[in-house]
């Protein structure tokens, strides 16, 4: 079963922050989040391996709620670059695969 | 190191075709998948193989195939192509459980 990401879509002027947030109803073995542009593959962000473990690089960060089965991901002064699809992707206990959610778009104007 | 390659970029075929999508990766990953991307919509994971000679069924795969006979190599084979198959194909691997995903750019399939 898919994680569900929220909102669906989210339009900020350049420099306002968001957060994207991602829930399942299973136990999660890591959380993944990607980004991407229109017509191009999703491009690794970050991943979450531990509950309470929060990640960042530049302005974007995330956090892992293990015990919730929730992950959110945390744009801050955001630019125009940070504009795409957003997508979270769970990994269940057997460690095999990820399921992605339907994505968070984004839109960042100047 | 080119990391997650896939063959053809683009491809238009009839319904009732059949063909195979290649996917390579130079990385020496175990895990290897196939998601399918309708317009607007999220990745679908097709089939997906934990290392050489194994293969499982994910979300979406009847009217699929895929065969690992090396770790490099996940072909998926579309057999009989309807236009419900219309979509880009991506293909990605991953060292194992918990690894960073990489996702090769894709493959835009339209059947006519």
């Known amino acids: 079963q898919q994680p569900v990401q929220s909102p669906q879509a989210v339009i900020l002027r350049e420099g306002e922050d968001a957060v994207i947030n991602c829930s399942s109803s299973?136990?999660?073995?890591?959380v993944h989040w990607y980004r991407q542009k229109h017509g191009e593959a999703p491009v690794f962000l970050m991943i979450?391996?531990?509950?309470?473990e929060q990640k960042g690089h530049d302005k974007i960060s995330a956090s892992f709620n293990e015990k919730k089965q929730q992950s959110s991901l945390y744009l801050t002064a955001s630019q125009l670059s940070y504009s795409g699809t957003y997508f979270c992707?769970?990994?269940?206990?057997?460690?095999?695969?990820?399921?992605f959610g339907e994505g968070t778009q984004l839109t960042v104007n100047p | 190191n080119a990391g997650v390659t896939q063959t053809p970029k683009f491809r238009i075929l009839k319904i009732g075709q059949s063909m195979t999508l290649q996917c390579t990766q130079d990385?020496?990953?175990?895990?290897m998948y196939w998601y399918r991307q309708d317009p607007g919509m999220g990745l679908k994971l097709i089939y997906y193989?934990?290392?050489?000679?194994?293969?499982d069924k994910g979300e979406v795969p009847n009217g699929y195939n895929v065969s690992r006979s090396t770790t490099e190599d996940f072909p998926l084979r579309l057999e009989l192509a309807a236009p419900s198959q219309t979509s880009v194909y991506f293909c990605?691997?991953?060292?194992?459980?918990?690894?960073?995903?990489?996702f090769g750019p894709g493959t835009r399939l339209t059947v006519l």
């Open positions: 990605a691997s991953r060292p194992g459980p918990r690894d960073t995903q990489y």
């Open positions: 299973k136990a999660l073995y890591s």
């Open positions: 979450l391996l531990k509950g309470g």
């Open positions: 992707g769970a990994e269940e206990t057997s460690g095999s695969r990820l399921t």
């Open positions: 990385m020496n990953h175990n895990y």
């Open positions: 193989s934990v290392g050489a000679g194994i293969t």
